[in-house]
């Protein structure tokens, strides 16, 4: 099994530009999780969905931050305008439950 | 939202010693979860605890869910070099919808 993946692994971008960060979830999981990790606020949840379907977005920062699940193997979390207080390392998790979340290798994103 | 207090923050061991650390919590939990971070990596799951009191094993790992559900630790016996990471816990609780809390993690270092 080739695990979570996501894409890119590494991300510099400029402020106001926009960002969209991608993840392809374990085949079968129902669940999948959207994180944010910090130095200094360590690993947040900002959304997850199940079935396709957003659950819980109440960790999403602000309007700036969107998450879609079009099918059962493809999601993106997109920042429009980015700034520089977004840089942090973004990760995907999937899971067949909620409990149990098998966490992709993460997207480092350095906004300028 | 829920709080966690993970400590130490950070230890030295020599190869060979046992580790211990903790979480605590004002709240309690339904689940408790314990994760290792590798550098430039995600979290992986180590061990989870679903009922109080409950003690886990999974090799040289030994983690316990606090009577009160307001605690947890994990245990790591005979310490190796590869035991080098952040470790963190999560509390877990179902009220609603799911809500997780991570803890700032204990970051390991293993003396050869």
Known sequence: DAGVIQSPRHEVTEMGQEVTLRCKPISGHDYLFWYRQTMMRGLELLIYFNNNVPIDDSGMPEDRFSAKMPNASFSTLKIQPSEPRDSAVYFCASGETYNEQFFGPGTRLTVL | ?112
């Open chain 2, 1 to 112: 939202g829920q709080q966690l207090n993970q400590s130490p923050q950070s230890m030295f061991i020599q190869e060979g010693e046992d580790v211990s650390m903790n979480c605590t919590s004002s709240s309690i939990f339904n689940t408790w979860l314990w994760y290792k971070q590798d550098p430039g990596e995600g979290p992986v799951l180590l061990i989870a605890l679903y009922k109080a009191g409950e003690l886990t094993s999974n090799g040289r790992l030994t983690a316990q869910f606090g009577i009160t559900r307001k605690d947890s630790f994990l245990n790591i016996s005979a310490s190796i070099p590869s035991d080098v990471g952040i470790y963190f816990c999560a509390g877990l609780l179902l009220a609603g919808s799911y809500q997780l809390t991570f803890g700032k993690g204990t970051k390991l270092s293993v003396i050869p």
